[in-house]
């Protein structure tokens, strides 16, 4: 069953429409300046791959605000994930780290939808590979709950309580041709 | 790509275009301070070589170690093989440790096959070149170097090689890689000319998806890429042509020639090189040479093999037996970005 059919039924409802995800994306930039106290040494890194447009997105507001360069990147977990032996393997995604690398930056991870935390404990392991950041952050438009792992987000776009029979779904511009957030049932398969 | 890679002939055009991402992505953990991924730990592999080979066993236990893998080296000399022991016996032992994967390089032209296909083994077998039969990693790191170079690397993603020209000169009778090549390039849509004496060009070759030539300097105008095959000189046992010097001076690539291919063509060796007899030093020496990154590339192309083919519960593309029922919630498109749903 692909994931992707979820939401694709008449029953699922957008939460966040194109409007909304523009004002998430611009106070979650203005609270990271706040955080890091000018985004100085700030690196910007989404996890593919709708976490690479939205830190796209991020890197080109944290720009307006501090009228700076802002370094952002790609970082694909998929050979980190701790349930490959489960599923067939995955085409991989695209890691690009920006020139400077990470090593004493801060790190803002950045990612559509938060929900068991493994993606996110695969992404640290991946970071470790990679440089050694000052400090890590976690950007995310949507945390829906249900965390297997202890791991919580800085930035949130929004808190959106859901039950387990429930999916969540992205749709970004960039790959799907608009910007939604659709919250739908999930079909039992036949 | 099937549970086993045995042949080149075996890949379909998705199979390999996909295979060839992955090697790219690969090719970046190689840029890294730290050149590891733990996408293999805890399995077990295998590389058994009944015929030396060194360039192409620490290919793959390069590639293997970099992706975590507990790696078994295995050679002929020395081994049980030399007081006797059969394939079986020593693929039952193998199957007995539990190994996942069997990397295997013989002089038999069949024996990866027939490993992967008796029942002995429960393992996934991938050939590191049988007799004179086939060498698929190294025909998917030839295309690699060739699409990195021609097409571009990043541009290069999701593309083949349609329409693109290449020249495979030298002793094709004997050459595993000449086999793998036609299979692979004509599956990526290239054009393959062989350019061989015609003692040396297999018999029945004109049902391989390929052209014959013997004039190697009408050729090398029309070549994107050309590559030099090794004057296999331990497989010389009859008269295949009068004198090394005669063959240098027919089929050898030198400064001259390579001047009369196109600019941006490039000139491609399997290695070992024998210098001054297929190949001269200043070609060998030159920018338009890629030897020493088909080294490189061959790394990446072996770690793309090995995880699409050990990374997941089952291999990632097209099956050849049904896939292994398991519960509804696990199912997953092998191919599509994780989403909301996995985070």
Same mark, same amino acid.
């Given at each position: ?9 008449? $029953?699922?409802? *957008?939460?966040? @429409? ?21 985004? $100085? ?14 830190? !796209? ?5 944290? @720009? ?25 393997? !995955? ?8 020139? $400077? ?48 792992? *202890?791991?919580?987000? $800085?930035?949130?776009? =929004? ?6 029979? @429930? ?10 041709? !608009? ?6 049932? =999930?079909?039992?398969?036949? | ?10 890949? &379909?055009?998705?199979?390999? /275009? ?9 090719? +970046? ?9 733990? &996408? ?11 015929? #030396? ?48 994967? /069997? ?60 329409? +693109? ?21 004509? &599956?990526?849509?290239?054009? /393959? ?21 013997? #004039? ?63 190949? &001269?030093? %200043? ?11 088909? /080294? ?17 519960? %089952? ?29």
């Amino acid at each position: 069953m692909d994931r992707q059919q979820d939401t694709s039924t008449s $029953d699922a409802r *957008p939460v966040l @429409e194109g409007p909304d995800i523009a004002r998430v994306l611009t106070r979650i930039a203005h609270e990271i300046v706040e955080r890091a106290k000018g985004a $100085d040494d700030v690196v910007l890194l989404g996890i593919p791959t709708r976490g690479v447009f939205l830190a !796209r997105r991020l890197a080109a507001k944290l @720009e307006e605000i501090t009228e700076r360069k802002i370094p952002v990147g790609s970082l694909d977990i998929t050979m980190y994930r701790d349930d490959l032996r489960m599923h067939p393997p !995955r085409a991989l995604a695209r890691t690009e780290i920006p020139g $400077d690398g990470l090593d004493g930056r801060l790190v803002v991870l950045v990612d559509d939808v938060l929900f068991s935390g493994r993606t996110i404990r695969a992404a640290l392991d991946a970071l470790n590979d990679i440089g050694r950041p000052r400090a890590v952050q976690l950007a995310v438009l949507v945390d829906r709950g249900h965390r297997e792992l *202890p791991i919580r987000a $800085d930035y949130v776009g =929004k808190n959106l309580p859901t039950s387990l029979r @429930e999916t969540v779904k992205v749709q970004l511009a960039e790959e799907d041709g !608009r910007d939604t957030v659709l919250l739908g049932a =999930k079909q039992t398969p036949q | 790509m099937q549970r086993h890679l045995i042949s080149a002939a075996d890949l &379909t055009r998705d199979d390999a /275009v996909l295979i060839l991402d992955t090697a790219e992505e690969m090719a +970046r953990v190689a840029d890294r301070p730290i050149k590891k991924l733990p &996408t293999l730990r805890g399995r077990t592999v295998v590389n058994l070589f009944f015929e #030396d080979s060194t360039r192409t066993r620490i290919s793959f236990e390069a590639a293997e170690k970099r992706l975590s893998a507990d790696v078994i080296n295995f050679t002929a000399k020395g081994s049980s093989v030399s007081k006797g022991e059969s394939l079986k016996d020593t693929a039952q032992t193998l199957e007995a440790m539990g190994v996942d994967a /069997v990397v295997i390089r013989h002089g038999a032209s069949g024996a990866p096959y027939r490993l992967a296909t008796s029942g002995w083994i429960d393992a996934h077998v991938i050939n590191a070149g049988d007799g004179t039969h086939q060498h698929p990693t190294q025909a998917l790191l030839d295309a690699f170097t060739m699409r990195r170079r021609l097409v571009g690397r990043d541009a290069g993603i999701g593309r083949d090689l349609d329409g +693109r020209r290449i020249t495979i000169v030298g002793d094709v009778l004997h050459s595993r890689v000449a086999r793998s090549n036609v299979d692979l390039l004509h &599956t990526l849509g290239a054009e /393959v000319t062989l350019v061989a004496p015609p003692t040396l060009v297999p018999v029945g070759v004109e049902t391989w998806p390929c052209e014959v030539s013997y #004039d190697l300097d009408a050729v090398l105008p029309k070549s994107d890429a050309v590559m030099m095959l090794r004057v296999q000189r331990e497989r010389m046992n009859a008269a295949f042509f009068p004198t090394e010097r005669e063959y240098s001076r027919r089929y050898g690539l030198d400064g001259d020639r390579m001047a009369r291919m196109p600019e941006h063509a490039i000139v491609m060796h399997p290695g070992p090189m024998v210098r001054g007899m297929e190949i &001269t030093a %200043e070609v060998a020496d030159s920018d338009r040479c890629t030897v020493v990154e088909q /080294v490189a590339n061959g790394v990446s192309i072996r770690m793309a093999v090995l995880y699409l083919l050990l990374g997941g519960n %089952e291999p990632a593309v097209t099956h050849t037996r049904p896939p292994v029922a398991h519960h509804p919630s696990d199912e997953r498109s092998a191919h599509t970005p994780f989403t909301a749903e996995e985070k």
